[in-house]
């Protein structure tokens, strides 16, 4: 007969996963739910995506953007010539972008680290109470994530 799971277990699984990553291994160490049953959850609830979602990070655009620019002044001192006024701007409009969503990542990410602390505090200080916090902090980080993806 399969096992029953809380509301707060479930909610605490897809937290480690699709906010902290952690493998469906790690949480059947950390919550004692099968690693199966984890990737049946993330399959039936779209965990999947809201993980994807967060790996597709405004850190992960702003590298591209950086390796662009890159890409343009390789390319000047290839063909040694300075960069033209359209490559200066576009330089300087990639540059603006790219530090403003590595400002936003560094917030977002700062913020899911005090979630997750928060996280553990409560568990270890009010354990009786974590069924009911649980899905309030799993619903901030989705926005938090969300903001930024």
Same mark, same amino acid.
């Given at each position: *007969?399969?096992?029953?799971?809380?509301?707060?277990?479930?909610?605490?699984?897809?937290?480690?996963?699709?906010? $902290?990553?952690?493998?469906?291994?790690?949480?059947e160490?950390?919550?004692?739910?099968?690693?199966?049953?984890?990737?049946?959850?993330?399959?039936?609830?779209?965990?999947?995506? %809201?993980?994807? *979602?967060?790996?597709?990070? +405004?850190?992960?655009?702003?590298?591209? /953007?950086? !390796?662009?620019?890159?890409?343009? /002044? #390789? #390319?000047?001192?290839a063909?040694?010539? /300075? +960069?033209?006024?359209?490559?200066? #701007?576009?330089?300087? $409009? %990639?540059?603006?972008?790219?530090?403003? =969503? #590595?400002?936003?990542?560094?917030?977002?990410? !700062?913020? =899911?680290? *005090? /979630?997750d602390? %928060?996280?553990?505090? =409560?568990?270890?200080?009010? +354990?009786? %109470? *974590?069924?009911?916090?649980? +899905?309030?902090?799993?619903?901030?980080?989705?926005?938090?994530?969300?903001?930024?993806?």
């Open positions: *007969m399969p096992v029953k799971h809380d509301q707060a277990t479930r909610d605490a699984a897809e937290f480690r996963f699709v906010v $902290k990553g952690e493998s469906p291994e790690a949480i160490q950390r919550l004692g739910v099968t690693a199966s049953t984890v990737r049946r959850w993330a399959a039936e609830h779209g965990w999947n995506e %809201l993980r994807r *979602m967060q790996r597709t990070s +405004p850190r992960a655009i702003a590298a591209r /953007l950086r !390796r662009a620019i890159e890409k343009v /002044l #390789d #390319d000047c001192d063909e040694e010539r /300075l +960069p033209s006024v359209k490559d200066a #701007d576009a330089i300087a $409009k %990639l540059s603006v972008v790219a530090e403003r =969503l #590595d400002g936003e990542t560094a917030a977002a990410s !700062r913020t =899911l680290e *005090m /979630l602390d %928060l996280s553990t505090f =409560l568990a270890e200080h009010v +354990p009786h %109470l *974590m069924g009911e916090i649980t +899905p309030v902090i799993t619903e901030y980080a989705h926005t938090v994530v969300a903001r930024v993806s």
